[in-house]
Every structure is written in structure tokens, then in C-alpha cells.
């Protein structure tokens, strides 16, 4: 048994009211009593006592599913009730009240009660989640209309868009499903993965949260398995994550606004997961197909940011050898915005005399010197320079300059004769100096071929407006000089030798994705 002194100085009256005090705490508790020992000392003698139950803290509401948003002005979004409505009212649960959407054009098509998400009781006590649509322009899951006052099943990594199927705000992640436990450990530490973007041969393309700050991040998950498969298939085993290894070495050291930039790499045992700039717009191959063909301007606003990129590459003895629309992606969707060049797993590092013998690339896009040059010839920069003429002439008319639908002259043949026409339906309304720029571009001969240089000094490029407002989106809270005109232009006079198909009446070919060819030749 414990023993606590206390020594009283007071009179008596005091000592007898603080035993008075001591006694009445003993009896409250149950758990100590008084005796004395002596004059002035009391003795307070303690017993064991049981212990009172703790109050349980109240557990806080764990979210049963997640909104991440996608479009600047709208924010991420925790969903804990079963019912939440979304617009422009202010008594709806998630008001679209910011005032970055307030100045956006499209803010009042956004309707005053504009969609709702429920989460309701199915069979076996498990939770069904649905997105209604109560909107007068539409609210869209995963680009489909869901119609008005209609329902459609909200699943994990669904992407929902209001007023148009371009126009996404919103990925819902199922807190219920924990999908992120077959991701490696040191990647899920650091972020939250969600929907897919695009996908190949050896992995795909995600979209991702970092966890931190919720910034977007895209993600290239490199299969290791799949890749080794095929190479090895292809007799290049012993290099069989060459590639891969080349791409993340070349993305740490590129710094350019319009070049994906490289934010992480986790080399796990079975895979490589590449962390980049998550860039929405989509491809620029996407665009063209939709609008079959784009206005000259928007194409020579993109056009310049292409060549800047590619001339930054070229500085830096990088050559891309993979150029096409598919590998140019848009910030936004915007018809005025910033490109980013990626896909760099072909791309080689290449000294002033070093030779290219690689026949890689994708077909449509390839130069004439790399089908003939193959495995006993060599190729330079220049094969950039061919692809950008290929991208212009596809941005400007909508359909590729060669093509396997034409019968009469095989794929290889057009290309290294430089055989392409300008039908008149598709090109009336293009400037002659856009041609021209094309022309020179699609030149068969690597010599006389503009370089990116060249193509930037070239009477078509000279628009002072336009590079104002790349400079606006490529820098836009900085002050740069672009590169400045020279007075040594290209003439446009000369006539080539191919414009004599121009006004053929011949079907056109169409314009479709093209898959990668790469197959090494020689040394």
C-alpha cells in the first residue's frame, strides 16, 4: 500500500475542514481513506481501484468514393453521403461557384442543377454508385451522352464530362475497391493510379495522382516481360531494355516547353514505371481526324511550336526518328494551344559524323534515304525534317501525302521518289506559302532538304501575331526572345518536278494511326 504525507501548518479549525475536504474525496472514489499520525500530519492511505472505461472517440466517416478533378476552376471531391447534386445553385452540394469558371464562356451552359450522383442499397447489402444527368446540354460518362433525367452505373476510373464530351472535369475512383494493391509498394506510397490513357505492345499509358498534392501525372508502365518477348523475337535480346533505358536518359535531359518532360522513373523487377507530364489534350493525330484537316492558321501555330521543339532537339544532337501525329500531343483542347513532342524510345544520340543505319520509324512518315540507306547507307538529322513535312502536309489537308491505298505505285516507291499529290478539293483553300513549305520539306534529297532552321526562317513562319501567342503559351509569365527572322529567304518559285499530279481527280487516301516499325539493319 502507497502512502502520501501532507503537513498542515494552519490552526486546527483549518486542518479539520481539509480532513473534512480529504474524507469527502475518499468516499466519492472509493479508492483511498484518512488516518492520522500525529499532531499536524495526515495520512492518505491509497487502495487499488478499478479502472473506468475509456469514452470511445468517435471514428470519423471514411469516404466511399473520390472525384478528381481535371479542369482548372473545379477541385477534388470526397463523397461520404448517398446523395450529392452538382451546378451552377448554390444549394447544390458542389456549386460550380469558382471564379476561374465564371469567366469561362461555356459557364452558363453549365445548368443550375446539373447532374447528381447516388449511391443506393443493392442485392446482397452491397452499394451500387449511379451519375444522373438532369442538364439541358448534357453531362457525359466516359463520352457517352447519359441523356436527361436518365441514370448510368458510375464505375472505378469513370470519366465524367458536362456540356460536351471534350470537356472533362471530373475521374471517380471507388474507395471501396482497393485496386492499387497489385501496384509495386514504392509507387503506391507515392501516388494514386486511375484511368487508362493508351496502351501498346509493352505496357500503357495511365493517368495518376500524386498523393503529396494531387498534381496529375501521366504514367508509362513499361512491361519488362512483354518487352524482352519482343525483342527477343526480334534477335536483340541481349539489348532488350535498350530502348526504355535510351528514352528515360534522353527525357532527364531535355528542358523544353513543348517536349514532354520526364518527372520520376521506379525500375521495378518486372516493369519500369516512367512518372510525366500529364498533357489532356489528347493526340494531334485525334484533332486532324476529327476536323479532317485544320484551319491554316491553327496549323501554323502548331506547326512553329513542332519546329522549335525539333530544332531544340537537333542542338542537342538528338534525333527523334519517330515524328508523326500520334507522338505530338495538345495541352488542352483549345484550338490554340501548346504542343508537346513525346515517345522517344527511337530517338538516338548522335555526334556531328556519327551514321544512323536503323531502319526504324514508323512507314508513312519514314524518309526516302532510311528505306534506301538501310543497312549500307547512313542518314542524319534530316529524317526529322522529312516527318514534319508529313505532319504539315496531313495538319493542313487531312489525308497523308503517301499512303498504301494508292494502287498504282507501292508505299516505298512514293516515298523515295517524293510521289504525292495536292488535290485541289483539300488544298484551294491553303496558301501557296504553305506549299511551298511543304514542298521543301518533302524534298528526297537529305541536302537540299530545309532544316528546322531553314523552315523557321521561311516566308510561311513569319507571322509576328502568331509567335506572339506561342510565346504566350509556351512561356507565359516570362519574357523570351523568339528566334528572330532573317532576310535570307527561301525562294518559292521553283516549280518540282511531282506538281504534275496536283490536279489528278484521283480518290485521296485516308489518314489512319500507323504502327511503329523498327528493325535494325546492319550495324
Known amino acids: ?145 447519359i441523356g436527361k433525367d436518365r441514370r448510368l452505373p458510375l464505375y472505378n476510373n469513370a470519366e465524367i464530362a458536362i456540356n460536351h464530351e471534350l470537356h472533362k472535369v471530373f475521374v471517380f475512383s471507388d474507395l471501396t475497391t482497393d485496386d492499387q494493391l497489385n501496384l509495386p509498394k514504392g509507387f503506391r506510397d507515392k501516388y494514386i493510379i486511375s484511368k487508362t490513357l493508351g496502351s501498346g505492345v509493352c505496357g500503357e499509358v495511365k493517368l495518376a495522382f500524386e498523393k503529396a498534392n494531387c498534381k496529375k501525372v501521366a504514367v508509362k508502365i ?121 515517345d522517344f524510345g527511337l530517338s538516338k544520340i548522335v555526334g556531328e559524323t556519327s551514321l544512323m543505319k536503323t531502319l526504324c520509324g514508323t512507314l508513312t512518315y519514314l524518309a526516302p534515304e532510311v528505306l534506301l540507306g538501310a543497312g549500307a547507307g547512313w542518314y542524319s538529322k534530316a529524317v526529322d525534317c522529312w516527318s514534319l513535312g508529313v505532319i504539315l502536309f496531313i495538319c493542313l489537308a487531312g489525308y497523308p501525302p503517301f499512303s498504301d491505298e494508292i494502287t498504282d505505285m507501292t508505299l516505298r516507291d512514293q516515298i523515295i521518289k517524293g510521289h504525292y499529290r495536292f488535290f485541289p478539293d483539300y488544298w484551294a483553300h491553303i496558301s501557296e506559302t504553305a506549299k511551298d513549305l511543304v514542298k521543301r520539306l518533302l524534298n528526297v534529297d537529305p541536302e537540299k532538304r530545309l532544316s528546322t532552321k531553314d523552315a523557321l526562317n521561311h516566308p510561311w513562319m513569319q507571322d509576328e501575331d502568331m509567335k506572339k501567342k506561342v510565346k504566350q503559351l509556351m512561356y507565359p509569365q516570362t519574357e523570351l526572345m523568339l528566334p528572330p527572322s532573317t532576310s535570307d529567304q527561301p525562294s518559292t518559285s521553283r516549280k518540282r518536278p511531282h506538281e504534275e499530279d496536283c490536279t489528278s481527280s484521283a480518290k485521296r487516301p485516308t489518314l489512319s494511326s500507323n504502327k511503329t516499325v523498327a528493325q535494325e539493319q546492319g550495324n
Open 1 to 145: 500500500m502507497s502512502k502520501e504525507s501532507v503537513t498542515s501548518t494552519s490552526q486546527s479549525q483549518s486542518q479539520s475542514q481539509s480532513q473534512s475536504q480529504n474524507a469527502s474525496s475518499s468516499s466519492a472514489t472509493g479508492s483511498s481513506s484518512l488516518s492520522s499520525a500525529g499532531s499536524g500530519t495526515v495520512i492518505l492511505d491509497s487502495i487499488p481501484s478499478q479502472d473506468l472505461a475509456t469514452i470511445p472517440e468517435a471514428e470519423e466517416p471514411k469516404p466511399w468514393g473520390r472525384l478528381w478533378a481535371l479542369e482548372k476552376g473545379f477541385w477534388n471531391f470526397d463523397c461520404l453521403n448517398n446523395e450529392y447534386w452538382f451546378g451552377r445553385d448554390k444549394s447544390c452540394h458542389y456549386c460550380f461557384d469558382h471564379p476561374v469558371l465564371k469567366r469561362k464562356e461555356h459557364f452558363r451552359s453549365y445548368s443550375k442543377k446539373h447532374c447528381r450522383i447516388i449511391r443506393e442499397k443493392g442485392p446482397g447489402n452491397t452499394f451500387v454508385v449511379f451519375i444522373e444527368d438532369h442538364s439541358s446540354n448534357g453531362t457525359f460518362l466516359n463520352g457517352q451522352i
Open 222 to 342: 513499361v512491361h519488362k516481360p512483354k518487352f524482352a518477348q519482343l525483342v527477343s523475337e526480334r534477335g536483340d535480346a541481349a539489348s532488350k531494355f535498350s530502348n526504355v533505358a535510351t528514352e528515360i536518359e534522353i527525357l532527364k535531359k531535355l528542358d523544353h516547353p513543348c517536349i514532354i518532360k520526364i518527372e520520376e522513373v521506379f525500375d521495378f523487377e518486372d516493369s519500369f514505371y516512367i512518372v510525366l507530364d500529364l498533357v489532356e489534350g489528347g493526340e494531334l493525330f485525334d484533332r486532324v481526324m476529327r476536323s479532317k484537316g485544320l484551319k491554316e492558321e491553327t496549323a501554323k501555330l502548331l506547326f512553329y511550336q513542332m519546329l522549335l521543339a525539333v530544332q531544340y532537339l537537333h542542338d542537342n544532337n538528338i534525333t527523334h526518328r519517330d515524328l508523326k501525329p500520334e507522338n505530338v500531343l495538345l495541352a488542352n483542347n483549345e484550338e490554340n494551344c501548346l504542343i508537346k513532342i513525346t
